[in-house]
């Protein structure tokens, strides 16, 4: 990211007191790092906005509207659910939570990681049958893992890593300019 849109970044996100950006200078991609807290209000709403102006910024506006769900629905997850490993808690201390950013050409990956070393329980397929959505709704839909689904969804592959000093991180992958070239 070149100084003038690390500047305008800067200017975008200084109405937020409880993150840290720190994006990573580079010539093949662009990167961003938020730290945020669960304990915070606005914590999902941060991170879905500040994604949108990263981003936006780094010109991939085609993902920005499911890249913001997928930040919503990770962030939610962690705010939700996370219980931090003993070693990382602190007694009325805050949750801590990292959005990760990197974009290249080709793909974006976004990594949300926490302090919960608990492995997310990512959804193995489909979660009711269809045949039976309009005749008990309410009675095959999940009561959690609704979020990871979206995610499944609208991004091109989802896992999760263990975190040397504890806590996990899931990552996802889009694929840009139609996913013509493969990671691998």
Same mark, same amino acid.
């Given at each position: 990211?070149?100084?003038?849109?690390?500047?305008? &970044?800067? $200017?975008?996100?200084?109405?937020?007191?409880?993150?840290?950006?720190?994006?990573?200078?580079?010539?093949?991609?662009?990167?961003?790092? &938020?730290?945020?807290?669960?304990?915070?209000?606005?914590?999902?709403?941060?991170?879905?906005?500040?994604?949108?102006?990263?981003? $936006?910024?780094?010109?991939?506006?085609? =993902? =920005?509207?499911?890249? *913001?769900?997928? =930040?919503?629905?990770?962030?939610?997850?962690?705010?939700?659910?996370?219980?931090?490993?003993?070693?990382?808690?602190?007694?009325?201390?805050?949750?801590?939570?990292?959005?990760?950013?990197?974009?290249?050409?080709?793909?974006?990956?976004?990594?949300?990681?926490?302090?919960?070393? %608990?492995?997310?329980?990512?959804?193995? /397929?489909?979660?009711?049958?269809?045949?039976?959505? /309009?005749?008990?709704?309410?009675? =095959? &839909?999940?009561?959690? /893992? *609704?979020?990871?689904?979206?995610?499944?969804?609208?991004?091109?592959?989802?896992?999760?890593?263990?975190?040397? $000093?504890?806590?996990? %991180?899931?990552?996802?992958?889009?694929?840009?300019?139609?996913?013509?070239?493969?990671?691998?």
């Amino acid at each position: 990211m070149d100084a003038g849109k690390t500047e305008w &970044l800067a $200017r975008e996100l200084d109405a937020y007191a409880h993150w840290f950006v720190a994006p990573a200078p580079s010539a093949d991609g662009h990167f961003l790092t &938020l730290t945020l807290f669960a304990e915070f209000d606005d914590t999902a709403r941060t991170a879905r906005d500040m994604a949108a102006v990263f981003l $936006r910024g780094a010109g991939a506006d085609a =993902v =920005v509207d499911d890249a *913001r769900l997928v =930040v919503s629905e990770l962030v939610g997850n962690v705010v939700n659910h996370a219980v931090p490993d003993r070693h990382l808690a602190q007694a009325g201390g805050c949750r801590r939570i990292d959005v990760t950013f990197k974009l290249w050409p080709q793909w974006l990956f976004i990594g949300v990681t926490d302090e919960d070393s %608990t492995p997310p329980l990512l959804p193995a /397929g489909e979660a009711f049958c269809p045949g039976l959505v /309009g005749v008990l709704a309410e009675a =095959v &839909l999940p009561d959690s /893992g *609704r979020g990871l689904l979206i995610v499944q969804r609208l991004a091109a592959a989802v896992w999760w890593s263990q975190e040397a $000093r504890g806590g996990k %991180t899931v990552w996802c992958r889009f694929d840009l300019d139609g996913g013509a070239e493969s990671p691998h």
